[in-house]
């Protein structure tokens, strides 16, 4: 089974507040699952345009990926994302 992965690109508007989503959302996805492979770092964009920070986190399935995004408990910490960060976020199914 393909595994599932979500995938974030944000650019922080709040790094003090930030902080809070970072420390909050980390236990939460770990718990249901996540495995996170990229968390920000060093990155360039070779072609078109992108935000500044990258997060892939993987899941043992696209289902389980979709399930920890819509989680309430995540969902409510994802509200400090909201308003401290502009995102665009991923949910999507990895090659078989």
């Known amino acids: 089974m393909p595994k599932g992965y979500i ?3 944000i650019t922080v508007t709040d790094p003090e507040a930030y902080k ?10 770990q718990g249901l699952g996540g495995q996170f492979v990229v968390r920000g770092g060093p990155s360039e964009v070779m072609e078109g345009s992108a935000n500044d920070r990258h997060v ?7 289902q389980a990926a979709l399930n920890a995004y819509h989680d309430p408990e995540y969902q409510e910490v994802a509200e400090i994302r909201r308003r ?3 995102s665009t976020i991923i949910v999507v199914e990895g090659a078989a």
């Not at 892939?56 to 696209?62: G, L, R, T």
């Open 7 to 9: 995938i974030a690109h």
């Open 20 to 29: 809070e989503y970072v420390e909050r959302d980390t236990p939460i996805l």
């Open 56 to 62: 892939v986190i993987e899941f043992p399935s696209y």
């Open 84 to 86: 401290t960060a502009e």
